[in-house]
């Protein structure tokens, strides 16, 4: 069996120890960079699947049930929610 050895916190990386300070912390804003982008994407799905739904009630494919109207309501309230939450500036 081989042995483990200890190794000390320098030792683990070399590239950590070649970054700067300034790159070695995120900002929380580099983080959130792509955030707004996401969300308008997932406000897109949202209206296309809330369209689809409201399109199988309109052509009589499936009957509207408790489920079905619950979550086209749930697309439907989702899909402004997100557009505004893509559109809103991130707080500092």
Not at 32 to 43: D, H, M, N, Q
Request: with cysteine.
């Amino acid at each position: 069996m081989e042995e483990k050895r200890e190794t000390k916190p320098e030792e683990t990386s070399d590239s950590a120890a070649r970054r700067p300070a300034s790159a070695a912390t995120p900002k929380p804003t580099d983080e959130l960079k792509g955030a707004p982008l996401y969300l308008r994407w997932l406000a897109i799905l949202c209206a296309i699947m809330a369209a689809f739904c409201l399109g199988v009630f309109i052509i009589g494919y499936k009957d509207p049930s408790i489920g079905r109207v619950a979550t086209f309501v749930a697309l439907a309230i989702a899909c402004p929610a997100l557009l505004y939450l893509s559109k809103k500036p991130p707080r500092h």
